[in-house]
């Protein structure tokens, strides 16, 4: 653990999975991060606002303003911010190329890093059966998910009192259950594929709440996890060089991983970044 007592500023930020409008969003630990970082872009890698649940039942405190608050200030600044929607917030999939405040949405982009190398980078949703085909599934799985998400909220205020860093117990649990371990490796290859088939180097994405930078079969695979259970978040450095940050608690951050890596064109019909 390191104190983050002043402001860094990257190449690239990459985030996801802020399931904003659920009462799981760690919007403390998300504003006190971007308090901290600030980068020339920034990819906001889908389910940024958690439209399942707010349809279910409309839950946005103040928490979730200040973080919106505080990317349309970086906006206005000067700091370019790609928006990518994931299956939470796929009612922003009909609105490619649209700016809202100087954020601009695109389904998927090719972002190119300092070294040259070249990522696809995208929600990764489309890749997950369960989502994509069997619906009603994927939202019973949802809401037992948030269950286990309540008994993080319980266990993160105990941690607290004791002084102790954040710790997940969804994102524990979830690691020793065989099959979301297969699932996991099984979409991270499946992933990796679509790279390999738009002829990069590497995809960034999200999703699956599983952060991680690693190679698989020649292809870099860098997930950026999420702010409801691991608070991670992926940065590219001005060399070119890509680093997992997990942000602990308030203040205070750990970096986790640190990997050499590959600005953003967008596949197909999507604007060049």
Not at 1 to 8: D, F, L, N
Not at 21 to 41: I, N, Q, V, W, Y
Request: net charge negative; proline share 3%.
């Amino acid at each position: 653990m390191t104190e983050a007592t002043e402001t860094k500023h990257f190449r690239t930020l990459f985030i996801s999975d802020m399931h904003l409008g659920s009462k799981a969003a760690r919007t403390d630990f998300l504003l006190d991060f971007l308090r901290h970082h600030e980068a020339d872009t920034i990819y906001l890698v889908g389910d940024v606002v958690d439209g399942w649940r707010l349809k279910r039942n409309w839950y946005w405190p103040q928490g979730c303003n200040d973080v919106v608050q505080k990317l349309l200030r970086k906006a206005r600044k000067g700091t370019r911010i790609i928006y990518i929607p994931g299956n939470h917030d796929e009612f922003l999939r009909a609105f490619p190329g649209v700016h809202f405040g100087g954020i601009e949405v695109a389904e998927r982009m090719i972002h190119e890093a300092a070294d040259g190398k070249k990522y696809l980078v995208l929600h990764g949703d489309e890749f997950d059966v369960v989502v994509r085909n069997i619906r009603l599934l994927a939202y019973l799985g949802d809401w037992a998910y948030d269950a286990a998400i309540a008994i993080n909220v319980v266990l993160a205020a105990v941690r607290r009192r004791l002084k102790l860093p954040y710790w997940s117990f969804s994102a524990w649990a979830k690691l020793q259950v065989k099959q979301a371990v297969n699932f996991i490796g099984e979409f991270q290859k499946v992933v990796a594929e679509e790279a390999r088939r738009n002829q990069v180097d590497g995809v960034i994405c999200g999703h699956i709440h599983h952060a991680v930078i690693e190679d698989i079969e020649g292809i870099r695979y860098i997930n950026t996890g999420d702010w409801v259970e691991s608070c991670t978040a992926i940065v590219e450095h001005m060399d070119g060089t890509f680093e997992l940050i997990c942000w602990q608690s308030i203040g205070q951050t750990a970096e986790v991983m640190t990997l050499p890596a590959p600005a953003a064109k967008p596949v197909g019909d999507m604007q060049a970044a």
